[in-house]
């Protein structure tokens, strides 16, 4: 037995469930609490707001959306070759002063790290640094080597001779499949 083909024209009826009372609908048997039922035309009203939630949160993450622009985060990557036998000198100037020294001026410490193969095991010093913009990297850079303090702690972990040799600069934006960084 087949059914019969659905005609535009058609009508159908659906039964309906006994309606709840209009003037409240319970929370729960369980409980007093009652909740003043929504007319149909409130509801109807309200979804096109209740439709733009997931937009708002859409656009407040896009502060943090990765690429190019304005106001991205310009994330760079540093690399410091050093003089032979100086890499743990350089190491306690970034520990003991370098890293508040750089939050102090709007530089954001991402991560460090010491290469485990030859040939830069034992004299190079690789980490990212984040900044609000490109602009304000330049920013931060002029100020934090303006710093009377920065100085001081500078020319006295040389006191026994320069620590770097050279320092590699790449400035970088998150691609828009990278993970989120903490």
């Given at each position: 037995?087949?059914?019969?083909?659905?005609?535009?024209?058609?009508?159908?009826?659906?039964?309906?469930?006994?309606?709840?009372?209009?003037?409240?609908?319970?929370?729960?048997?369980?409980?007093?609490?009652?909740?003043?039922?929504?007319?149909?035309?409130?509801?109807?009203?309200?979804?096109?707001?209740?439709?733009?939630?997931?937009?708002?949160?859409?656009?407040?993450?896009?502060?943090?959306?990765?690429?190019?622009?304005?106001?991205?985060?310009?994330?760079?990557?540093?690399v410091y070759h050093t003089y032979d036998g100086k890499l743990d000198d350089l190491l306690r100037r970034f520990r003991e002063h370098t890293t508040q020294l750089f939050e102090k001026?709007?530089?954001?410490?991402?991560?460090?790290?010491?290469?485990?193969?030859?040939?830069?095991?034992?004299?190079?010093?690789?980490?990212?640094?984040?900044?609000?913009?490109?602009?304000?990297?330049?920013?931060?850079?002029?100020?934090?080597?303006?710093?009377?303090?920065?100085?001081?702690?500078?020319?006295?972990?040389?006191?026994?001779?320069?620590?770097?040799?050279?320092?590699?600069?790449?400035?970088?934006?998150?691609?828009?499949?990278?993970?989120?960084?903490?």
């Amino acid at each position: 037995m087949s059914l019969p083909t659905p005609h535009w024209n058609c009508s159908i009826r659906i039964a309906r469930k006994p309606r709840l009372s209009r003037q409240y609908i319970f929370a729960s048997p369980k409980t007093s609490a009652r909740i003043p039922a929504m007319k149909r035309r409130t509801l109807l009203q309200s979804l096109p707001a209740a439709a733009l939630l997931p937009a708002a949160a859409w656009a407040s993450s896009e502060r943090e959306k990765p690429g190019p622009g304005p106001t991205s985060t310009v994330y760079e990557l540093r690399v410091y070759h050093t003089y032979d036998g100086k890499l743990d000198d350089l190491l306690r100037r970034f520990r003991e002063h370098t890293t508040q020294l750089f939050e102090k001026h709007g530089i954001k410490n991402v991560a460090y790290w010491t290469p485990t193969d030859e040939p830069l095991k034992g004299k190079t010093l690789i980490y990212i640094i984040a900044h609000p913009s490109r602009e304000a990297a330049a920013a931060n850079w002029k100020a934090f080597s303006a710093d009377p303090e920065w100085q001081s702690v500078r020319d006295k972990s040389e006191a026994n001779g320069k620590i770097v040799e050279k320092i590699d600069s790449t400035y970088l934006v998150l691609t828009d499949f990278s993970p989120p960084l903490r």
